[in-house]
Antibody, heavy 119, light 111 residues
């Protein structure tokens, strides 16, 4: 069974930074386009961003609310997806999920990691 | 990019069928066949139920079916069961700078 395990969440002050990690197992990670999706408490799902495979250029795309503040990267040697979050705002408070896809047949999700931005 | 519009809640009795709608625009649902549906139980991660409008992943019950007409996609759950009680979200690829958009979510209650 495919497994995705996020870590790195926690409490951070507005303006601070946090780096999330997602370790993926039982799939060929280097061949997977990966996305981050978040869910604010009691709210719906929101796509955060995506990274393509290195074969497809390794390029990234971001949702407007996080563009310029968040950076997605990948370490294929460690089957690991990263989300660097800078200049955090209170509205970034959410559970952050990593996923292998939002509209594809192979859509597997991690259990999520909670990020709380508060003074 | 605004979220896709779903009814806040839908309910039905065991054994009945229910349908959840998901309305977007020609820039998302109407323009592409990349519509998915997710089921989410409280405190759990979303689970893919339907992809590319009407396809079921392996392991998903055939009681779940999807369709699309114009800018609106639909998820039908037939033979409703207690375990189907959950939140359901649609999603679509979009031609806007935000590549993927989710629906507002629908809470399904089994009476």
């Amino acid at each position: 069974e495919v497994q995705l395990v996020e870590s790195g969440g926690g409490l951070v002050k507005p303006g601070g930074s946090l780096r999330l990690s997602c370790v993926v197992s039982r799939i060929t990670f280097s061949k997977a386009w990966m996305s981050w999706v978040r869910q604010a408490p009691g709210k719906g799902l929101e796509w955060v961003g995506r990274i393509k495979t290195k074969t497809d250029g390794g390029t990234t795309d971001y949702a407007a609310p996080v563009k310029g503040r968040f950076t997605i990267s990948r370490d294929d040697s460690k089957n690991r997806l990263l989300l660097q979050m800078n200049s955090l705002k209170t509205e970034d408070t959410a559970v952050y999920y990593c996923t292998t896809g939002v509209t594809t047949r192979t859509s597997f999700w991690g259990q999520g990691t909670m990020v709380t931005v508060s003074s | 990019q605004s979220a896709l519009t779903q009814p806040a809640s839908v309910s039905g009795s065991p054994g009945q069928s229910i349908t959840i709608s998901c309305t977007g625009t020609s820039s998302d649902i109407g323009g592409y066949n990349y519509v998915s549906w997710f089921q989410q139980h409280p405190g759990k991660a979303p689970k893919l139920m339907i992809y590319e409008v009407s396809n079921r992943p392996s392991g998903v019950s055939n009681r779940f079916s999807g369709s699309k007409s114009g800018n609106t996609a639909s998820l039908t759950i037939s033979g409703l069961q207690a375990e189907d009680e959950a939140d359901y979200y649609c999603s679509s690829y979009t031609s806007t700078s935000t590549l993927y958009v989710f629906g507002t979510g629908t809470k399904v209650t089994v009476l």
